[in-house]
């Protein structure tokens, strides 16, 4: 079984695909991001998802991509900003190099965009975001080893700093 060298974890526009595949370039390791996992399996873009099959049905596919790839991928891993709030996420976790991607909510408007396809944001984005990031800083903090603050940082300045954290 391979372990992943570092786990992504943070609300949406932290900068979790930015960050992490910079940082995976810094290692010399392939990058995964969940979210992508996801759009494979199903044959399709995560809002065709929830329009097609409801929320639901997503965060089982969910689930199941984020415990195949903890227990498959060596590389760098990024979970989707809601992966956390599935009890059996947030234990599969436990043991993992975990860093929390810290944005608050004037930097992850502007990262995000309000007129992207995050269906979770398509009815008042500003005020969803904020409801998002409320309800899962908890539990990011639960999961994770390491918290490192995006707001106003380059990417590269960002994996630098993880490079640091993960060095012995």
Do not use: W
């Amino acid at each position: 079984m391979t372990k992943p060298v570092c786990v992504l974890v943070g609300a949406p526009g932290s900068g979790k695909t930015t960050v992490g595949e910079e940082l995976a370039a810094r290692l010399g390791v392939d990058f995964r991001d969940t979210d992508a996992d996801i759009e494979a399996l199903a044959g399709k873009p995560i809002p065709e998802i929830f329009i097609d099959e409801g929320e639901a049905h997503f965060r089982t596919l969910e689930r199941a991509a984020v415990a195949a790839a903890l227990a498959s991928h060596g590389g760098v891993l990024a979970l989707g900003g809601g992966a956390v709030l599935a009890e059996e996420n947030r234990a599969a976790l436990v043991g993992h190099t975990v860093v929390h991607l810290s944005v608050e909510l004037p930097d992850a408007v502007k990262r995000v965009g309000l007129s992207t396809g995050r269906p979770l944001l398509a009815i008042n984005p500003r005020a969803t975001l904020k409801h998002l990031m409320d309800q899962r800083r908890p539990l990011y903090a639960e999961v994770a080893t390491a918290t490192v603050v995006t707001d106003g940082r380059a990417p590269e300045e960002i994996a630098a700093e993880i490079v640091g954290l993960l060095k012995p």
